[in-house]
């Protein structure tokens, strides 16, 4: 079930904020502390200021789910929590980029240690996670055990009583994240070392190294787990209720180790800590020496040398550093003796330095692993947890300089709180009547004044040649501020107080803002010399150990210095002035912590202790100054900026001035008047119940708002996709239907094509039809017309006709019908080859005659034509040819293969053969034929080869071998030649009886060249003078003389049995036969 934390507004018990006190005073305000106290309600506010009253017990008011509830939630919106400060300080760090510290104040055991860690636990809780941040958390948390365990002891007021101051910057990245840390230290509290007042402890750590360590670890470190055995732990409350030291020795380590620290370091630590135990166990006694004088001796020497082997430092040196002490001056060494008291004294300087210079060591070397890593600009939250107002009995040096420090923060809340806040409403022209609050500024210049101030007095006393003790520093300030009217001694010179019987002689009381403290000037000078010999620095730096080493650079002979070190009251000072430098720069959150009782018990309310921790806290001022004046305040530009949306006008932007935005709005809002008040650049609202009012409008309208920007978008984002959708169908329907239309297009246009070709074959013949009749029409209207033309021509000329008309026209017709012929056979006329036999067929009967007259007029024509292209040669060799055919023709078989054979005459080539040049020579007349010839023998019919040749007067016969004429005869001898009709080559060359040739006979002779040698003897005889023609017979019988004998030769159709040849043979002594092949 969810616990809902009440509101700040509906606060039941009391008033949680007393700022809604009323009746305000005093009273009231302790009480209703009390009643919200009794209630378990710790935490008040004073406006933003939280007041923590110390439970003394365990509250379920830390739990993760209180840290949840106060997450990020407005300061006023729940009941008071330190949580809720710690909150709101984070989220002005993180989203305003604001510095922050947190400023926790208060006495001793009021709370301040808790509420500090509360608060860092806090923002660890709410900050970004992750690894890396994890681990700086957690590092930044584990730094507390470590701290605390070497700083802190129980004392009477407290069993956890931090003894020294802490300021903690935590550093965060722009996103809130923790990167690291600083810590820095204020004066631990060191004599505790040494001494304890009665009833409390030295540091926690003594006590849990004894008790928690392992055998181990105590023997390593000579160490003895008995408490009693050790001058420096006091042995009253060693052990405290609750508190378990060696469980938290374990935390402690294991704090060690996250936080960073190496192995050999904590085992560094540790024997430096055993170092310091066994320091207080030497003891020394007094020696005489002959002058007279005591010098020191250590007693028992084990304690002094099991330190020694701890540290690694020679026995001798350091125990000779207990009995001497050298002192520079002007280049010279001087050594006394110490005496007893003044070892002591030695002694427990080195303790006290080497435990506050480990303690200071431990701080660095935190710091060194909490250190932010980005070189970014860091956000930081500074914590801080200092000492609270101390007035003790007995007060000294450490109170003074705590509250000093006290002093100063009271000074810081007066700057930023009141004087702040009133100067404010003065600047910002607020009404405003001022409210009395005192300014502890003048107490903090008497004890910080460079000139006469405490701290400058006491400073200026111990280093001061000559004696200088604690009563020449008291007289000093007895001088010195004397005049000042917050401090007061027994030998003021003020008169009034010399009755002031309270006052003893050694002490002076200075009148702090918290009240009066009186404080016992013993030890004073020493404490703030905080001198340690230099043999003793010496000795250490000498030492076989690194860290003591490191502790005492001053030890360096090398670099032996003669100026005194800073005093402590100069240090502290300077580093409060720095602190509080810093704190300035910061926006400040403040705890003031209240301690109830002086018994650390719960329930129990002693209000003349939170009366006087309310006084001197100075809260009643507090309140007063926040309820005369406003709860909250803030420019007009962000005010305007953070609450515009609560108004329609000024929603989303304001285009004027920003503080007429603001009227505007708090006009809209219907905010009384009296609840707020306008500044020049501020609006001051009166009470946190306004602020939580517009708080809570924001709230809700922001998630009016955030609802608005999600529907917006949520709209925007349907709407892009819807029109993305849109856009996308439009385009596929623009496809579709450019895809059906494409189609409905192609099949309504081949529909079209179809239907037009119908159309217009349909027209194109129904034209065509019209065409044809019209045509036909025409034609009959022409042919109507000539006939009727005709009819009227004829009716009109038919008197004319009677006479010769029909003559007329019957020429008339002709003369167009030869017209026509004549074009045609013009047309039609055959090749000119003289061989083509084509006419063209006649076209009338009547014109046969023509026709034919015609046809052979054109063949003679194209013959003359062809002729005329002869040569004489050419026209010689076809006279021959012509010859041969009147000669042959259809008479002899031969012929036909003649016609193709070109009449060579000279076969023998005789004038250029050299061969027949003899032969050729002995014939007179050009040689006409010259040919190969077979001269058949008339007795058996074989032939003997013959030259023959032909001249225009003789035939001549040679041996073909010799060229010897065989016979010659005169062409007139000649009176015939016989061949057969057949297809050979024989002929008879038959000669005039009684001429000389003829005296062997006829000669039969057979030729190759039949057909030209006869046509050749033929044409010499016709073309010769006498004109006398050779006769040529064509029988296939014919007789040859052979000089007496005439003998018939017969040719006849031999079987190709002999081939192809022919064959002649003497049948009888009058028959002579040539066999002649059908076929050749
Ligand atoms: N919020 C709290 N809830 C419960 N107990 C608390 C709370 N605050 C303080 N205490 C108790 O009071 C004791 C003293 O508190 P704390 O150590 O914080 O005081 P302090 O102000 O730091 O004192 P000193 O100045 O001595 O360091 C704690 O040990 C614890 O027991
Ligand atoms: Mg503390």
Redesign the pocket.
Known sequence: MEVKTKSLLDNMIGVGDMVLLEPLSEDSFIENLRKRFDHNE?YTYIGSVVI?V??????LI?TPEKVEEYRNRNFYELSPHIYALADEAYRSLRDQDKDQCIL?T??????????SK?VMSYVAAVCGKGQEVNKVKEQLLQSNPVLEAFG?AK?V???????FGKYMDIEFDFKGDPLGGVISNYLLEKSRVVKQPRGERNFHIFYQLLSGASDDTLKKLKLDRDFSKYNYLSLDSAVVNGLDDAANFRTVRNAMQIVGFMEDEVQSVLELVAAVLKLGNIEFKPESRCNGTDESRVKDKNDLKEMCELLGIEQSVLERAFSYRTVEAKMEKVSTTLNVAQAYYARDALAKNLYSRLFSWIVTRINESIKAQAKTRHKVMGVL?I??FEIFEDNSFEQFIINYCNEKLQQIFIELTLREEQEEYIREGIEWTNIEYFNNAIICDLIENHQNGILAMLDEECLRPGTVTDETFLDKLNTVCAEHQHFESRLNKNSKFLNDHSLPHCCFRIQHYAGKVLYRVEGFVDKNNDLLYRDLSQAMYKANHTLIKHLFPEGNPAKVNLKRPPTAGFQFKASVGTLMRNLQTKNPNYIR?I?PNDK?APHIFTESLVCHQVRYLGLMENVRVRRAGYAFRQAYEPCLERYKMLCKRTWPHWRGPAREGVEVLMADLQVPAEEFSYGRSKIFIRNPRTLFFLEERRRQCLQDLATLIQKIYRGWKCRTHFLLLKKSQIVVAAWYRRYAQQKKYQKIKSATTVVQSYTRGWQARKLLRELKHQKRCEEAATTIAAYWHGTQVRREYRKFFRANAGKKIYDFTIQRIMQKYFQGLKKTLPSMSPIDKNWPARPYIFLDGVHMELRRIFHLWRCKKYRSQFTDEKKAVYEEKLEASELFKDKKALYASSVSQPFKGDYLEISKNPKYQKLNSSVDEKVLLADVVNKINRANGKGTTRILLLTKKNVVLADQKTGQVKANVALPDLTSVSVSTQNDGFFALRLKEGSASAVKGDFLLSSEHLIETITKLHHIGSTASDGEQLNVDISDEFLVQFKHDKVCVKFIQGAPKNGNSVSCKRKNNRLLEVSVPASA
Not at 106 to 115: H, L, N
């Open positions: 710790i923590s110390n439970p003394y017990k365990s509250m830390y926790i208060g006495e001793s055991g009021a709370g301040k240690t808790e509420a509360l802190n004392t007021r407290n069993d956890n009583s931090s003894r947890d000492y609270g912590c301690k650390k």
